[in-house]
């Protein structure tokens, strides 16, 4: 089974729709991710938090929320979706004191 | 602020060829640098890493030397199979009291190897 996961891997919504994208992990991880990823732009940093009750913005956190509801879960909200947020949303992990980062697979989201 | 260029894609390459990915950063202290490959349908994993000047990072054939004087982490690989097809990203990692390892990526550079 795979460590990091994400729920959907697909999604389709339209304009100012509410959405949650959710990522478990089974790695015992405390450091928890939210990427956005668009065409040429590599990964921008959403949502980052180093434990439950330590959760940062990133660079382009403006319309987006997050959740820690426990150590291994950590989901990404759109309050009100626009079209612009349509993009590839990545969560990954890390143990602090270590420089990787472990990836789930990806949620593709479409907003109309 | 920090910051990764890399050369953009897409790099089309025969089976067997030389493969060269540039990728220059900028970066407050001393960052750590990394490819990350994206291969179809997947998430980011990490291929190889050098954490100081002059490291050298290896795995499945890749290599990359992290050049300080340069600010250069190259990724290259000598014979090119169909299966490292994917998109290939350079990052960098600066630790940060309030950040921690906080990764910046490049654009990503795609990469199509033909049989």
């Known amino acids: 089974d795979a460590d990091v996961t994400q729920t959907p891997r697909n999604r389709i919504t339209k304009t100012g729709k509410r959405i949650m994208l959710e990522c478990s992990q089974t790695?015992?991880?405390?450091?928890m991710y939210w990427y956005r990823q668009d065409p040429g732009l590599g990964l921008q940093l959403i949502y980052y938090?180093?434990?439950?009750?330590?959760?940062n913005k990133g660079e382009i956190s403006d319309g987006y929320s997050v959740s820690r509801q426990a150590q291994a879960k950590f989901s990404l909200s759109l309050e009100s979706a626009i079209p612009n947020q349509t993009a590839l949303y990545f969560c990954?992990?890390?143990?602090?004191?270590?420089?990787?980062?472990?990836f789930g697979p990806g949620t593709r989201l479409t907003v109309l | 602020g920090d910051s990764v260029t890399q050369m953009e894609g897409p790099v089309t390459l025969s089976e067997e060829a030389f493969l060269t990915i540039n990728c220059t950063y900028t970066?407050?202290?001393?960052?750590?640098l990394f490819w990350y490959v994206q291969y179809p349908g997947e998430g980011l994993q990490l291929l190889l890493k050098?954490?100081?000047?002059?490291d050298k990072g290896s795995n499945k054939g890749f290599e990359a030397t992290y050049r300080k004087e340069t600010t250069s982490f190259h990724l290259e690989k000598g014979s090119v199979q169909v299966s490292d097809s994917a998109v290939y990203f350079c990052?960098?990692?600066?630790?940060?009291?309030?950040?921690?390892?906080?990764?910046?990526f490049g654009g990503g550079t795609r990469v199509l190897v033909k049989p």
């Open positions: 938090s180093f434990d439950v009750k330590d959760i």
């Open positions: 050098a954490t100081k000047a002059d």
């Open positions: 970066a407050t202290g001393y960052p750590s």
């Open positions: 990954a992990t890390s143990d602090p004191g270590y420089d990787e980062q472990f």
């Open positions: 790695k015992g991880h405390d450091r």
């Open positions: 990052a960098l990692s600066v630790k940060t009291k309030a950040a921690g390892n906080k990764l910046t």
